[in-house]
Every structure is written in structure tokens, then in C-alpha cells.
């Protein structure tokens, strides 16, 4: 059967509550029923009764080993007997490698290049001799079809991160327990999406219990190939997307989940990378929850939706906590960013003595910091270029910052707003 027909022959697939049940079954043996955890914090900035789904506390810290485990323990003794491959940007890499482990398969797990090092790690830990990890590519598609072409060259079988049928069964029984744990109806359920997998797995449980529950999904704006999808009402492939929201970045979403997610979805928010990375922080120093950026898509997106969500109940899906903590600093950056705290200019410094001290004392407010600070003199020219970042204290200091600095005669182009310069020069 070629992909074309495969496509063609699940295009009416929508999973029953039947086998939704079944892949509960299925999995108990290796899967957590993770808790569903109200939280006062975010009860109290929305008024609303908000709850944590917290799967983020599996044992390989993602919802992913729900549909691995569920799929691959489906598959036949021929199918398995030369070992079974997978793509993933670190997730389901882990699901994949945990179920191998655990039913003792041999897995080729293909991952891009840019993957942070602890998800490959951790891979490899999970899979404990079982898996074999191969690094391909700069974006999961990249991986995606170097995976493809392995198994179209060995005849191995592929585990598909979201569509796949199996797959959606296992990832939709999220939904199931928190049907089973709510003790209220549920007005609104937040969920990230990546290719589409839990949306539509959780959605069409849901929708098939409850139907007044809003579902309502959560894309990086960066990688809006769900929404795009959805208002063009075919699977489309984005020319470029932001890697740094890793766990939901794909290119295009799996042909069986769009029209499920066409039936289920109410709304798709689409957050700022930066604004993911302000939740990121904030989970961690007020509820000490580390989260990856797909874990945070859904908490971001709370925002969007303060003035409907108020005096309702409101479960948002943390998916997965597999973070780097070497990301940490560019999670940083990326929020003081968005935040409108952090400021990159290239100032032209006159080149004589005290320069600079007019500018820290004169131009910086009192609660300014230089954070940043290049500075190349040019021999034979009144003015020395300075690549300088400054974090303020309040987004409104900004103002008060620029009219000093032309106050002063301090020529300075302004980089925030110019992002390919920004990006060579920073």
C-alpha cells in the first residue's frame, strides 16, 4: 500500500471510546496515572479553578510513552523481529527507547542534530543497550526522512510520533484520566501540539464525553503548522519554522490528526517563543516545576483567554519536563526580550576621553544595567562603534533610555526590532 493510499484509508479514522479504554489497558503496565493538580497560583490570577495535568511526572517525563508503549506493544512478532526505527526532536525517542527496554526490541531512534544533549542522553539511558540513537539533520523532518529512508532500505518497522492510529489511541487516554479525576464538568482543556497527536487523541475522547468542554490548542508561533493547516484545510509544509520550542516544532502536522483536530478543536492560540520562555521562569520560581517549552505552551496561553476562562474550570496539559539546563540562559534572554527588559543597540561612541563615562553616568537610569558591551575602535574616525545590551528595570524605562542617549549625542541604531542583524551581531 503506498503512503498515498495509507492516508486515503485512515482519512475517516476517529478513535472510539472503545479503544481508547483498551490502550488504558494496554499501557497500565508501564504508564503512570499522573495527578490532576489544581493550582492556587494561576486559580488566583484568573479566577478561575485551574488544574495541572502533570505529565511532566511520567517516568521518562512526557505523555509520549503513552502512545510509543501502546503502538509498538500492538505490533506482530515479523514486524518487530529486525528491530523498529523512529524519528523524534527527544520525547518520543524516549517513549520508543523505554518501550524497547521494557519488551526487549531492538529500536534505531533518529533524532536532528540539534537536539539538546540531555534528550539524547537520556535516550540512550532509557533504551539501555536496546537502542541505537542516529543524529540526522537540523529539524525532526530532517530526521523524519532519514528514518524513512532507513526503513525503506532494511524493511524495519516505523513508530510515527502522531499519526498513526495507535499512537493517538495511546496519547488520547490523557484525556481519559482526566475525565476520571475531575470532580467538576471541565469548561476549558489548553493543549500543546506538535504534529498533532494529543490534540486530536485528548480532543476526540473528550468531545465524545463532554462536547460542551472547549478544547482549545496551543502552537509556538514560530511553528504554526497545525493553524495553518486548519485554515488552509490540508496538511501544508512550512518553509521555515523556530527549533526552540523543540517538543512541538514540526513542519507539518500528521495527515489522520488534521481532520480529527478540524472536528475537535475549538480555537488554536498561537504563543510567542519568548512568552513560553517567561512561563518557563515563572513555573520554576513560583511553583518549582521545570517544564521544557511544549510543557509551557499550554499555561502561556492562559493569557489569551483571561476574561472567558473566569469563574470556570480550566485544565491545562503540561506534557513533558525534559529540559537542558544549558538552555537556561537563552530561556532567560528570550523572556527578557519578550518582556521588553532587554534592550541591544549599536551606539556610535565618540572616540575621546570620557566617553563612556558620560554615557554610564548620564544616559543609564538608575536601575539600568549594561549587560552587554563590544566595543571596536576604529583608528582615524570620531566615532567608535559599540555593540552594547542593557536590561532595564520596568518595559517603560526604555523610553526614558532613548531620549537620553539623543540627548546627549549618542547615536545608536536600535537591533531588538532588526532580527537577522540582531542575530549576527548577538
Same mark, same amino acid.
Not at 489522520?256 to 513560553?276: A, M, T
Not at 528570550?334 to 553616568?361: C, D, M, N, W
Given at each position: 500500500m503506498t503512503k498515498k493510499n495509507k492516508i486515503a484509508a485512515f482519512s475517516d479514522y476517529y478513535p472510539s471510546l472503545e479503544a481508547v479504554k483498551q490502550a488504558k489497558e494496554t499501557i497500565s503496565e508501564v504508564v503512570e496515572t499522573t495527578p490532576l493538580m489544581r493550582n492556587r497560583n494561576l486559580s488566583k490570577q484568573f479566577c478561575a479553578n485551574v488544574s495541572l495535568k502533570r505529565?511532566?511526572?511520567?517516568? *521518562? &517525563? %512526557?505523555?509520549?510513552? &503513552?502512545?510509543?508503549?501502546?503502538? @509498538?506493544? %500492538?505490533?506482530?512478532?515479523?514486524?518487530?523481529?529486525?528491530? @523498529?526505527?523512529? %524519528? %523524534?526532536?527527544?520525547?518520543?525517542a524516549q517513549g520508543v527507547a523505554f518501550s524497547c527496554k521494557e519488551l526487549h526490541i531492538n529500536g534505531y531512534i533518529y533524532m536532528p542534530t540539534t537536539t539538546p544533549k540531555q534528550k539524547v542522553s537520556q535516550v540512550k539511558m532509557f533504551g539501555q543497550g536496546f537502542v541505537e540513537v542516529v543524529l540526522k539533520g537540523d529539524t525532526y523532518d530532517d530526521a523524519y526522512n532519514a528514518a524513512m529512508d532507513e526503513c525503506a532500505r532494511t524493511g524495519r518497522t516505523f513508530i510515527h510520533p502522531f499519526d498513526d492510529p495507535q499512537i493517538i489511541e495511546g496519547q488520547a487516554t490523557v484525556g481519559l484520566e482526566i475525565y476520571e479525576q475531575a470532580d467538576k464538568p471541565i469548561d476549558y482543556i489548553f493543549i500543546p501540539i506538535g504534529g498533532g497527536g494529543l490534540a486530536s487523541g485528548l480532543g476526540a475522547y473528550i468531545k465524545q464525553?463532554?462536547?460542551?468542554?472547549?478544547?482549545?490548542? *496551543?502552537e509556538p508561533a514560530g511553528a504554526p503548522a497545525m493553524q495553518q493547516a486548519m485554515e488552509k484545510g490540508e496538511v501544508v509544509e512550512l518553509p521555515e519554522i523556530d527549533k526552540f520550542v523543540d517538543g512541538a516544532a514540526v513542519q507539518r502536522v500528521g495527515s489522520i490528526n488534521l481532520p480529527i483536530c478540524q472536528r475537535v478543536l475549538d480555537d488554536i492560540i498561537l504563543v510567542p517563543e519568548g512568552k513560553i520562555c517567561t512561563k518557563i521562569l515563572e513555573l520554576y520560581n513560583y511553583e518549582a516545576i521545570v517544564v521544557e517549552p511544549a510543557g509551557a505552551l499550554s499555561i502561556a496561553a492562559l493569557d489569551y483567554y483571561a476574561d472567558q476562562i473566569i469563574g470556570k474550570n480550566v485544565v491545562c496539559v503540561l506534557s513533558g519536563s525534559n529540559n537542558d539546563i544549558t538552555r537556561t540562559e537563552e530561556i532567560k534572554e528570550r523572556s527578557l526580550l519578550y518582556e521588553g527588559l532587554k534592550h541591544y543597540f549599536i551606539v556610535r561612541f565618540p572616540q &575621546?576621553?570620557?566617553?563612556?563615562?558620560?554615557?554610564?553616568?548620564?544616559?543609564?537610569?538608575?536601575?539600568?544595567?549594561?549587560?552587554?558591551?563590544?566595543?571596536k575602535k576604529k583608528t582615524a574616525r570620531a566615532m567608535g562603534p559599540v555593540v552594547i545590551g542593557i536590561e532595564v528595570q520596568k518595559p517603560e524605562d526604555f523610553n526614558g533610555l532613548q531620549e537620553r542617549m539623543e540627548r546627549h549625542g549618542f547615536v545608536a541604531e536600535y537591533l531588538n526590532e532588526k532580527p537577522d542583524l540582531f542575530q549576527y551581531l548577538i
Amino acid at each position: 500500500m503506498t503512503k498515498k493510499n495509507k492516508i486515503a484509508a485512515f482519512s475517516d479514522y476517529y478513535p472510539s471510546l472503545e479503544a481508547v479504554k483498551q490502550a488504558k489497558e494496554t499501557i497500565s503496565e508501564v504508564v503512570e496515572t499522573t495527578p490532576l493538580m489544581r493550582n492556587r497560583n494561576l486559580s488566583k490570577q484568573f479566577c478561575a479553578n485551574v488544574s495541572l495535568k502533570r505529565e511532566d511526572l511520567q517516568a *521518562v &517525563r %512526557s505523555y509520549k510513552i &503513552r502512545g510509543a508503549y501502546n503502538k @509498538i506493544k %500492538s505490533l506482530t512478532k515479523q514486524q518487530v523481529s529486525g528491530g @523498529i526505527v523512529c %524519528s %523524534s526532536a527527544g520525547n518520543h525517542a524516549q517513549g520508543v527507547a523505554f518501550s524497547c527496554k521494557e519488551l526487549h526490541i531492538n529500536g534505531y531512534i533518529y533524532m536532528p542534530t540539534t537536539t539538546p544533549k540531555q534528550k539524547v542522553s537520556q535516550v540512550k539511558m532509557f533504551g539501555q543497550g536496546f537502542v541505537e540513537v542516529v543524529l540526522k539533520g537540523d529539524t525532526y523532518d530532517d530526521a523524519y526522512n532519514a528514518a524513512m529512508d532507513e526503513c525503506a532500505r532494511t524493511g524495519r518497522t516505523f513508530i510515527h510520533p502522531f499519526d498513526d492510529p495507535q499512537i493517538i489511541e495511546g496519547q488520547a487516554t490523557v484525556g481519559l484520566e482526566i475525565y476520571e479525576q475531575a470532580d467538576k464538568p471541565i469548561d476549558y482543556i489548553f493543549i500543546p501540539i506538535g504534529g498533532g497527536g494529543l490534540a486530536s487523541g485528548l480532543g476526540a475522547y473528550i468531545k465524545q464525553i463532554t462536547p460542551e468542554t472547549k478544547i482549545i490548542g *496551543v502552537e509556538p508561533a514560530g511553528a504554526p503548522a497545525m493553524q495553518q493547516a486548519m485554515e488552509k484545510g490540508e496538511v501544508v509544509e512550512l518553509p521555515e519554522i523556530d527549533k526552540f520550542v523543540d517538543g512541538a516544532a514540526v513542519q507539518r502536522v500528521g495527515s489522520i490528526n488534521l481532520p480529527i483536530c478540524q472536528r475537535v478543536l475549538d480555537d488554536i492560540i498561537l504563543v510567542p517563543e519568548g512568552k513560553i520562555c517567561t512561563k518557563i521562569l515563572e513555573l520554576y520560581n513560583y511553583e518549582a516545576i521545570v517544564v521544557e517549552p511544549a510543557g509551557a505552551l499550554s499555561i502561556a496561553a492562559l493569557d489569551y483567554y483571561a476574561d472567558q476562562i473566569i469563574g470556570k474550570n480550566v485544565v491545562c496539559v503540561l506534557s513533558g519536563s525534559n529540559n537542558d539546563i544549558t538552555r537556561t540562559e537563552e530561556i532567560k534572554e528570550r523572556s527578557l526580550l519578550y518582556e521588553g527588559l532587554k534592550h541591544y543597540f549599536i551606539v556610535r561612541f565618540p572616540q &575621546r576621553a570620557g566617553a563612556l563615562k558620560t554615557f554610564v553616568g548620564e544616559v543609564l537610569g538608575p536601575t539600568d544595567d549594561i549587560t552587554h558591551f563590544e566595543y571596536k575602535k576604529k583608528t582615524a574616525r570620531a566615532m567608535g562603534p559599540v555593540v552594547i545590551g542593557i536590561e532595564v528595570q520596568k518595559p517603560e524605562d526604555f523610553n526614558g533610555l532613548q531620549e537620553r542617549m539623543e540627548r546627549h549625542g549618542f547615536v545608536a541604531e536600535y537591533l531588538n526590532e532588526k532580527p537577522d542583524l540582531f542575530q549576527y551581531l548577538i
